[in-house]
């Protein structure tokens, strides 16, 4: 099946600081990918929608210009956090939509973020 | 927002089928039912999806009432490494996702 990286796995940062997240598609081409957030006990929440060549979605409440969001090649999406604080520690995940046949999403395996 | 509601919890003994329901009512014609599953710190698994017509695959079956407004994931025999968070989602084929609450299974031995 389809594979979905990411990178890293898990980061521990100081508020304040920016924190880069990569998601890539390994196996595929995927001209869209999503970012999640999900909190403990939580479900996952969309934050928004990355678009290769052009501008991100982003969904209601989510601040475009704290989570930057790139999608410069067809395999790989950034997601910057950018001035962490400890309210933006949270497990972030990221899809890939695989455009091959019915457009499933496949999931990376999360990046968790601590900001201390 | 999601457009399904499922119980927030079920337990299933160890080799037997777990049926994990799903209600969608106000699903719409051209919308997709779509199953995960999120094992503990992981990223969700892909697990099956269908429009109206029951699926099956290696990992699971999929049946889907008539009128569309439910379904059901059987997963034939269910192993302690099935304990997770199902999550049933209905969308328009290239939309987005929105993840409900889920269905924590909890296998017993």
């Known amino acids: 099946g389809a594979v979905v990286s990411q990178h890293p796995s898990w980061v521990i940062c100081k508020s304040g600081t920016s924190v880069k997240i990569e998601c890539r598609s390994l196996?595929?081409?995927?001209?869209?990918m999503f970012w999640y957030r999900q909190f403990p006990k939580q479900s996952l929440m969309l934050m928004a929608t990355?678009?290769?060549?052009?501008?991100?979605?982003?969904e209601q409440g989510v601040e475009k210009d704290k989570f930057l969001i790139n999608h410069a090649s067809l395999t790989l999406s950034t997601l910057t956090v950018t001035s962490a604080h400890p309210e933006d520690s949270s497990f972030y995940i990221c899809?890939?939509?695989?455009?091959?046949?019915?457009?499933?999403?496949?999931f990376g395996p999360g990046t968790r973020l601590l900001v201390l | 927002d999601a457009k399904t509601t499922q119980p927030p919890s079920m337990d299933c003994a160890e080799g037997r089928a777990a049926n994990l329901p799903c209600n969608h009512s106000t699903i719409s014609g051209n919308e997709y039912v779509y199953w995960y599953r999120q094992i503990h710190s992981q990223g969700p698994q892909y697990i099956i999806h269908g429009l109206k017509n029951n699926e099956t695959n290696e990992m699971a079956s999929l049946i889907i009432t008539e009128d569309r407004k439910s379904s059901t994931l059987i997963l034939p025999h269910a192993t302690l490494r099935d304990t997770a968070v199902y999550y049933c989602i209905v969308r328009v084929t290239g939309n987005q996702f929105y993840f409900g609450t889920g269905t924590s299974l909890t296998v017993i031995p």
């Open positions: 990355s678009n290769e060549g052009s501008k991100a979605t982003y």
């Open positions: 899809s890939a939509r695989d455009e091959r046949g019915w457009e499933t999403q496949y």
């Open positions: 196996d595929f081409q995927a001209t869209t």
